[in-house]
């Protein structure tokens, strides 16, 4: 849900920083409400970046990992009489549908 907003909130925080800062410097040119503004939009911009590094793909190992965690759990229902085509076709449907 914050992937959605967050952007959203730091776009407004850029369009209304550079027309507060037009403003402010067309107003009296008053320096520390240019600072103040700049500072709020460097803020956002941080916040921006925080979000989209912390958006990024896992380390390949962990999903080797939980791939093996995988296949050994897949292998010991076999081998407790599971059928195995059946079995992994399902699992394919539920990682299929857990990207959606």
């Given at each position: 849900m914050?992937?959605?907003w967050i952007p959203?909130?730091?776009?407004l925080i850029f369009v209304a920083?550079?027309?507060g800062i037009i403003i402010a410097t067309v107003?009296?040119?008053n320096a520390g409400v240019v600072l103040s503004i700049g500072l709020v939009i460097t803020l956002a911009a941080v916040a921006l970046l925080t979000l989209a590094a912390s958006a990024t793909n896992r380390?390949?190992?962990f999903d080797e990992a939980d791939d093996e965690r995988l296949e050994a759990s897949i292998m010991a229902l076999v081998n407790s009489g599971a059928d195995e085509e059946r079995l992994r076709?399902?699992?394919r449907e539920v990682r299929r549908l857990g990207r959606q």
């Open positions: 914050a992937r959605r959203r909130v730091c776009a920083g550079i027309a107003n009296g040119n380390i390949e190992v076709s399902l699992v």
